[in-house]
């Protein structure tokens, strides 16, 4: 947590205070969600991820070429604005009590997911098209089990006790699609705002196969332009770049994404290999409230998401955790 905020304060020192709405940006961008911010330490316990985008001009002409050919995009004779990005991230998954040797067999089994998410996307007027393609691995390949119990050691935190208990290792693949439209928009002369914007999408592979789909409201001042934070899937991805109408700007917002979860990992079990496994939900809900600002070419929020219950022997009432996110482009 403390490496997080000195890599925010970092990336708010060095930010160019002009208004970063070029015809392309480079940006570097990294989120961090966990359930500290709610008060608890289960479930989905943690999740990271840092990323590198480029956008129009700078994305290498083969990528291009690339796009050329999904025919999820909008239509071709009319090209959009084109951004690709790469991300490394880790998700964390654990038992309600974490200081049993042996886990209860009908709470969440431990699981770690390490993996790199390639994505192209391209907007085009009011409209987000995103197509992710996810490659890595679960188990202790993963280094979630390393990575919670060397942070736990830096506080008081409980040391977690059923690691020897987590799913194996086991390659993951995963594609996924998602569409972002913003169907309203009403914008006052003073700069004041909001904006709604519907999603839906749908993801296959072996970490998680379901379809989605949602919308989110935005109301602020000199509203960026972006399709709301970005999120760690399988929440809605958002937006990892943004174009600044002011050289400062910011809103509040919420929002709402429903799922149909056809395989989860985490939670039926792996695919080539006897494992834990519990019995999942298979609709999962979840809303979002937070707040988004950007000076420049650094933008930082906050995202608090209240998740529904994912399997049976979960506990009863919305699961808790908070995300944060900070971009730098330039």
Known sequence: MQALLAGTALC????SPNVAAEPGVDALHFEFENDLFAGEDRHY???????????????????????????????????????????????????????????????RPYAGWLYLNFSMAEEHDDRLDRLQVS??????????????????SWSSTAQPQGWDHQI?????????YERQLR???????????????????????????????????????????????????PALSGSHTFEARAPAGGYAFAGIDT??????????GPVFRDGPSVDKHPVVGELTAGFVFHVGGVRLGYTHVWR??????????????GSLHATWQF
């Not at 194996?168 to 996924?176: D, Q, R, S, W």
């Open 259 to 268: 799922r149909l979860m056809l395989y989860d990992l985490f939670l039926d």
């Open 183 to 233: 169907g309203y928009a009403q914008r006052a002369t003073d700069g004041w705002g909001w904006d709604l914007t519907p999603h839906w999408g749908a993801a296959a592979g072996t970490p998680f196969t379901f379809a989605n789909a949602g919308a989110i409201l935005r109301a602020g001042r000199h509203l960026p332009g972006d399709y709301g934070p970005p999120r760690i899937r």
């Open 12 to 15: 708010v020192a060095a930010a």
């Open 45 to 107: 316990t943690n999740g990271f991820r840092i990323g590198w985008t480029r956008s129009d001009e700078r994305v290498p002409s083969w990528l291009r070429d690339v796009a050329d050919f999904l025919p999820l995009f909008v239509d071709r004779e009319e090209p959009g604005r084109l951004k690709a990005a790469v991300h490394l991230g880790q998700n964390m998954y654990t038992p309600e009590d974490i200081e049993r040797a042996t886990p209860d067999p009908d709470d």
């Open 308 to 321: 529904s219950r994912e399997f049976s022997g979960q506990a009863k009432g919305a699961a808790e955790f």
């Open 135 to 152: 490659l890595g691995a679960v188990g202790p390949a993963s280094l979630a089990d390393r990575t919670q119990r060397e942070v736990h």
């Open 168 to 176: 194996g290792n086991e390659p993951t693949l995963m594609v996924a």
